[in-house]
């Protein structure tokens, strides 16, 4: 069965750090990988997504993602944090089908 | 990618009564999808409509309390029927685009 885990309900960060969004997931086969923002009162943004080659992906926004198949991790990353990044954080995960299996959610709070 | 419209983008209905969610895409696409959310919490699936036949409802979901339309490739609704406060949540359309899922602003509904 797929399932994805983002371990921490929040993450801060102060402005200018570098932040990171933790994500494990567990799928038979290649796993299709996302991530998403969601700002209050709005629906989900797409930020970026692996689904073959180059374990580094990067996407909107400045953001970035390293696959990491050993781990079975997909962390999110942004080298400095912005208090504007501050919003809810779904990853998902698909076993190369339509269906989505998604993350609880990790909000990130960027301090000024 | 995708872009999705939903409308109306915040309601509260009355016990008993239905509500019909729109969702319009703005360009051709096989498969839509109808997730709720409540407030800062993950999505769930609700069902997934394919131009053409009938929607396909995850477990604790059915026809006859959420109806679904999907009329052609751009547009869908969705009817919360005989709402009672537990129907209360966000509801979200989605519609995948080479392979990622792009989703609506939500529709906020309060059952009183």
């Known amino acids: 069965a797929q399932s994805v885990a983002q371990p921490e309900d929040q993450v801060n960060v102060a402005e200018g750090n570098p932040l990171t969004v933790k994500c494990t997931y567990s799928v038979s086969g290649n796993p299709y990988l996302f991530w998403y923002v969601q700002y209050p009162n709005r629906g989900l943004q797409f930020l970026l997504k692996y689904i073959t080659g180059d374990n580094l992906v990067k996407g909107s926004y400045g953001f970035e993602a390293e696959f990491n198949k050993s781990q079975t991790s997909f962390h999110l990353k942004k080298p400095s944090a912005l208090v504007s990044d501050s919003a809810l954080y779904f990853c998902a995960v698909s076993a190369g089908t339509y269906k989505y299996i998604f993350g609880t959610g990790t909000r990130l709070k960027v301090l000024a | 990618s995708a872009v999705i419209s939903q409308k109306p983008s915040r309601d509260i209905c009355q016990r008993g009564t239905s509500l019909t969610i729109q969702c319009q895409v703005d360009s051709q696409v096989t498969m839509m999808f109808w997730y709720r959310q409540q407030p800062g919490q993950s999505l769930t699936l609700i069902a997934t409509a394919n131009q053409g036949s009938e929607a396909t409802y995850e477990s604790g979901f059915v026809i006859d309390k959420f109806p679904i339309s999907r009329p052609n490739l751009t547009f869908s609704t969705l009817t919360v029927s005989n709402m009672s406060p537990e129907d209360s949540s966000i509801y979200l359309c989605?519609?995948?685009?080479?392979?990622?899922?792009?989703f609506g602003p939500g529709t906020r509904l309060t059952v009183t």
């Open positions: 989605s519609a995948i685009d080479t392979l990622v899922q792009y």
